[in-house]
């Protein structure tokens, strides 16, 4: 019953904003890091296993119920770059804005009281998800396709990269998608201080620079 | 075939205009700013119409503008520098490559950006009006009602007298059709009464407006339009 939802949530045409964000593929493109879909499959497996592991883990701990609070300050600190606590906390207040109006809770009401700046995204996303009827493993899920959808859709925009190249990108890191969102499902389940905190200090850093480029085509 | 003009907000989209976590930032009782958008392609004078419109109508409303920039900060830079409103009632938005996706299937920076100016300006009394416009598209690159109550779509002469019959949804759906820059039409061999004639064809009674905005008063026919809607906005809002 609750699948149909999932993919919905998960619809890059899901209209909370990501489509203005690359998740640090542009800085990439522009240094020369992501050049075809061979390091475009580099870029997504090690954005996966870092940031998308740590955004499954908030993500499925918000839809298990764990206090989203906490989850944001625990967002927050595994999160070291200013410049990606804005976007992840700008994109958070757009997902809700279309959270809230596609699946209404008082949950999610709450959480924007509480965070009118926003709150972080992964940890929105799991709450909407749960706003949806969804389980902590789907919210994981979510999260880490996100982590890879995004610098995807970006690439192929950044290097006119052949789109069913880039969607088969994305089909071959299907397993390990599974893998990082069971991951981050199995972590949130031992409580909020379990949480993956993967870092990616290139992602980091890179995402700093790109945050004061004058001409730019996406917002991070 | 005439299509009967639209009625003046058929929809009002407050769910969209509900910000997330506060209440809208309301002016005199109710009344939330009617936001107007401004498409059509680069280069047609979307924004040298907005600093035309901001120098005729600040005096009498109060006013804030969202630029969608497609890669750079200029629209927003250059109004900024041109002074035609205080920085902080211009906030531009970044649009990932694709300014149709932040007008039209995707509005959530956008409705954010509004948002953001209205609840600025709360203190300071609120907002009347609020200007979007968008980074500049093809002529299918139209506005979602739940960002805008109106939408102005602005071709210019020089790229072309054929535009208008091609039509498409800026063309025969926007509230008002502004054909900029008629000073050039000599120049480049455009023929405005064929234009006049094919708008028509395309658009029924709906309004067009020639315009020459870098021309002293340019903009005066646009900023008559704009006053009036804000008047029908003003009424059907009271009216409710
Ligand atoms: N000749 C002439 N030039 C104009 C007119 N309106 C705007 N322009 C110029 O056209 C260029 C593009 O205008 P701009 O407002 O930036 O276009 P936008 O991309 O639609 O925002 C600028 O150099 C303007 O000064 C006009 O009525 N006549
Ligand atoms: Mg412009």
């Given at each position: 019953m609750t699948t149909a939802a999932l993919l919905v949530l998960a619809d890059g045409r899901f209209p909370a904003g990501t489509h203005a964000h690359s998740g640090g593929a542009e800085a990439a493109v522009r240094a020369g890091r992501i050049v075809d879909s061979a390091t475009l499959a580099d870029f997504c497996r090690g954005r996966l296993h870092t940031s998308g592991l740590v955004a499954?883990?908030?993500?499925?701990?918000?839809?298990?119920?764990?206090?989203?609070?906490?989850?944001?300050?625990?967002?927050?600190?595994?999160?070291?770059?200013?410049?990606?606590?804005?976007?992840?906390?700008?994109?958070g207040r757009q997902l809700m804005r279309a959270g809230r109006a596609v699946w209404p809770s008082a949950a999610l009401d709450d959480l924007a009281q509480a965070c009118p700046g926003g709150a972080h995204e992964p940890v929105v996303l799991g709450l909407l998800a749960l706003s949806a009827g969804l389980s902590p493993l789907d919210a994981a899920h979510a999260a880490a396709y996100e982590s890879v959808s995004v610098p995807t859709t970006a690439a192929v925009r950044l290097l006119g990269l052949d789109p069913f190249e880039a969607s088969a990108v994305l089909a071959?890191?299907?397993?390990?998608?599974?893998?990082i969102a069971e991951?981050?499902?199995?972590?949130?389940?031992?409580?909020?201080?379990?949480?993956?905190?993967?870092?990616?200090?290139l992602l980091e850093i890179t995402a700093e620079d790109h945050a004061t480029w004058p001409v730019r085509l996406f917002a991070s | 075939?005439?299509?009967?003009?639209?009625?003046?907000?058929?929809?009002?989209?407050?769910?969209?205009?509900?910000?997330?976590?506060?209440?809208?930032?309301?002016?005199?009782?109710?009344?939330?700013?009617?936001?107007?958008?401004?498409?059509?392609?680069?280069g047609s004078g979307k924004t040298a119409t907005v600093a035309a419109l901001c120098r005729a109508l600040r005096e009498e409303f109060s006013l804030a503008v969202v630029t969608n920039d497609i890669y750079t900060r200029e629209d927003a830079a250059f109004l900024l520098r041109a002074a035609v409103l205080p920085p902080?009632?211009?906030?531009?938005?970044?649009?990932?490559?694709?300014?149709?996706?932040?007008?039209?299937?995707?509005?959530?920076?956008?409705?954010?950006?509004?948002?953001?100016?209205?609840?600025?300006?709360?203190?300071?009394?609120?907002?009347?009006?609020?200007?979007?416009e968008s980074g500049g598209d093809n002529l299918t690159a139209t506005f979602?009602?739940?960002?805008?109550?109106?939408?102005?779509?602005?071709?210019?002469?020089?790229?072309?007298?054929?535009?208008?019959?091609?039509?498409?949804?800026?063309?025969?759906?926007?509230?008002?059709?502004?054909?900029n820059k008629t000073?050039?039409?000599?120049?480049?061999?455009?023929?405005?009464?064929?234009m006049a004639r094919d708008a028509?064809?395309?658009?029924?009674?709906?309004?067009?407006?020639?315009?020459?905005?870098?021309?002293?008063?340019?903009?005066?026919?646009?900023?008559?339009?704009?006053?009036?809607?804000?008047?029908a906005w003003k009424q059907e809002t009271v009216a409710l």
């Amino acid at each position: 019953m609750t699948t149909a939802a999932l993919l919905v949530l998960a619809d890059g045409r899901f209209p909370a904003g990501t489509h203005a964000h690359s998740g640090g593929a542009e800085a990439a493109v522009r240094a020369g890091r992501i050049v075809d879909s061979a390091t475009l499959a580099d870029f997504c497996r090690g954005r996966l296993h870092t940031s998308g592991l740590v955004a499954s883990g908030l993500a499925a701990a918000a839809a298990g119920g764990h206090n989203p609070r906490d989850l944001d300050e625990a967002a927050d600190a595994r999160t070291p770059s200013p410049a990606l606590r804005r976007t992840s906390r700008k994109l958070g207040r757009q997902l809700m804005r279309a959270g809230r109006a596609v699946w209404p809770s008082a949950a999610l009401d709450d959480l924007a009281q509480a965070c009118p700046g926003g709150a972080h995204e992964p940890v929105v996303l799991g709450l909407l998800a749960l706003s949806a009827g969804l389980s902590p493993l789907d919210a994981a899920h979510a999260a880490a396709y996100e982590s890879v959808s995004v610098p995807t859709t970006a690439a192929v925009r950044l290097l006119g990269l052949d789109p069913f190249e880039a969607s088969a990108v994305l089909a071959r890191l299907a397993p390990s998608i599974n893998k990082i969102a069971e991951g981050g499902t199995q972590a949130a389940r031992s409580g909020i201080d379990a949480l993956p905190a993967a870092a990616a200090p290139l992602l980091e850093i890179t995402a700093e620079d790109h945050a004061t480029w004058p001409v730019r085509l996406f917002a991070s | 075939m005439h299509l009967d003009p639209p009625a003046p907000f058929p929809h009002r989209h407050t769910h969209s205009a509900q910000p997330a976590g506060a209440e809208p930032a309301l002016r005199n009782g109710g009344l939330r700013a009617l936001r107007v958008g401004l498409g059509g392609p680069v280069g047609s004078g979307k924004t040298a119409t907005v600093a035309a419109l901001c120098r005729a109508l600040r005096e009498e409303f109060s006013l804030a503008v969202v630029t969608n920039d497609i890669y750079t900060r200029e629209d927003a830079a250059f109004l900024l520098r041109a002074a035609v409103l205080p920085p902080e009632r211009i906030a531009a938005v970044e649009t990932g490559a694709c300014p149709h996706t932040a007008i039209r299937d995707d509005i959530s920076a956008n409705l954010e950006a509004v948002e953001d100016l209205e609840h600025a300006a709360a203190s300071s009394g609120g907002l009347d009006l609020i200007l979007v416009e968008s980074g500049g598209d093809n002529l299918t690159a139209t506005f979602s009602k739940g960002l805008v109550d109106a939408q102005i779509f602005v071709i210019d002469v020089a790229a072309g007298d054929d535009i208008p019959r091609k039509g498409g949804p800026g063309i025969t759906t926007a509230d008002l059709l502004v054909v900029n820059k008629t000073d050039l039409a000599p120049h480049v061999g455009s023929d405005l009464a064929a234009m006049a004639r094919d708008a028509e064809a395309q658009r029924g009674s709906r309004p067009v407006a020639f315009t020459s905005i870098k021309a002293e008063d340019g903009v005066s026919p646009i900023a008559d339009w704009t006053r009036a809607r804000l008047a029908a906005w003003k009424q059907e809002t009271v009216a409710l």
